[in-house]
């Protein structure tokens, strides 16, 4: 399965492709769409949507995960949030894509991040988990994207049956590769006797 995450914003939306292949987690390409800050509301929106319909068109993706709005004290901020995320969803369904959202906390502990966690956690853990090199993610925009659409084939995973245990000639899914990666960042340490 191939998946485009979204980390929307309004004057910078993040996206990452990742796809599942063979049982491993593969790193596609990742970008952040930059819009002029200046300018007005509706010009942004407009040039967000051009660019988000061009990396779908470029990656194919199967399906977009996005992270969804957290609490804001400023209520409009969480407006302009609202119509950028608006923007990610009108892409995806203009394509004719399936579309998932998800908590920000989610997302973070999808990737082995506290739900707490700030962003250079989460991107530390995606660099690990995909092998991206830390100078390709010039933004958290980006790696926040990949570790939502990381967070998706992981509930992907969790929704199918478990794969058996190896060797039996069946392969894992992307999820289950991720949780075998993940398993030391979230098992507790065994009691000391």
């Known amino acids: 399965m191939r998946v485009l995450g979204v980390d929307p914003g309004s004057r910078f939306m993040g996206f990452g492709v990742v796809e599942e292949k063979k049982g491993k987690l593969v790193h596609l390409g990742h970008g952040v769409i930059k819009v002029v800050e200046s300018a007005p509301l509706a010009e942004r929106l407009k040039d967000l949507h051009a660019a988000l319909c061009a990396a779908l068109q470029r990656y194919q993706p199967e399906a977009v995960a996005v ?10 901020s969480a407006l302009v949030l ?86 039996n000639g069946k392969r894992k899914g992307a999820a289950s590769v991720l949780a075998d990666r993940l398993s030391s960042a979230y098992q507790r340490p065994e009691a000391r006797r």
């Open 67 to 76: 992270e969804g709005l957290f609490t804001f004290r400023n209520a409009r």
């Open 82 to 167: 609202g119509h950028a995320r608006g923007v990610a969803l009108l892409a995806a369904a203009q394509a004719g894509l399936p579309v998932h959202e998800y908590a920000p906390a989610s997302v973070k502990k999808s990737v082995g991040a506290s739900g707490a966690g700030g962003k250079d956690a989460v991107a530390r853990m995606v660099r690990t988990l995909l092998g991206v090199e830390e100078a390709t993610l010039e933004r958290a925009d980006a790696s926040d994207a990949l570790a939502v659409a990381l967070c998706h084939l992981n509930q992907f995973r969790v929704g199918m049956p478990r794969a058996s245990a190896p060797g």
